[in-house]
């Protein structure tokens, strides 16, 4: 059971460039969320999807972009990299709430990336 | 403006005694609280939560306490163990399935 997959685990990057970090998931969850962990500021909401075909900004979106055409696969893009992009990102999946309690998040391993 | 915020950045405690994590909160909003645990290198895992409409909330040693009316909850671990060392961080749960994260506390407990 594999559960939320990130891939890759590192990534050094030169500013300006594009990436995509990829997010996969097989729990059949329908919400989706990418977060960044910087030091001192715990992990901060970038986008997040309620299901397949919606997406909607969080806490700090700027210079991502995100698409959802699967229940499984939630990709965060890096349009033109930059230093401040430089932080420690984590994909979670989970169930709606809608009715449920405990709707708990599971997280990938994380993805290390540095912006030169 | 941090809307959770954990005000201890570290904690450490000897081996058996009880480890006491604490949080604050300012949007009354919030309808469930979470903990997580994260070790170097992997991914936060969920440890334990409670409904904003309970005050407590056990799973072995693991309790969660949460005083509404002081917008604060606690995560107490009795026995702490040498296994338990990693940084716990404070989440709740806006509309929907949002997240808002604290800083985390570093727990180190010694042998």
């Known amino acids: 059971n594999a559960g939320v997959t990130q891939t890759p685990k590192f990534q050094v990057l030169k500013t300006g460039q594009s990436m995509t970090l990829q997010c996969a998931q097989d729990m059949n969850h329908e919400y989706m969320s990418w977060y960044r962990q910087d030091p001192g500021m715990g992990l901060r909401l970038i986008h997040y999807?309620?299901?397949?075909?919606?997406?909607d900004q969080g806490e700090v979106p700027n210079g991502y972009n995100v698409s959802r055409s699967t229940t499984e696969d939630f990709p965060l893009r890096l349009l033109s990299a930059a230093p401040s992009q430089t932080s420690v990102y984590f994909c979670?999946?989970?169930?709606?709430?809608?009715?449920?309690?405990?709707?708990?998040?599971?997280f990938g391993q994380g993805t290390r990336l540095t912006v030169v | 403006d941090q809307q959770v915020k954990q005000n201890s950045p570290s904690l450490s405690v000897q081996e058996g005694r009880i480890s006491i994590l604490n949080c604050d909160y300012t949007?009354?909003?919030?309808?469930?609280f979470l903990w997580y645990k994260k070790y170097p290198a992997e991914g936060p895992t969920f440890l334990i939560s409670?409904?904003?409409?309970?005050d407590k909330n056990e799973d072995g040693r693991f309790t969660v306490f949460l005083n509404k009316s002081a917008k604060h909850l606690s995560l107490h671990i009795v026995p702490s163990q040498p296994g338990d060392s990693a940084v716990y961080f404070c989440a709740a749960k806006e509309y929907g399935n949002k997240l808002v994260f604290g800083a985390g506390t570093i727990l180190r407990v010694k042998s």
């Open positions: 949007n009354s909003m919030f309808d469930y």
């Open positions: 979670a999946s989970s169930y709606s709430s809608g009715g449920k309690e405990n709707t708990e998040a599971f």
């Open positions: 409670i409904s904003s409409i309970k």
């Open positions: 999807s309620v299901g397949a075909g919606i997406t």
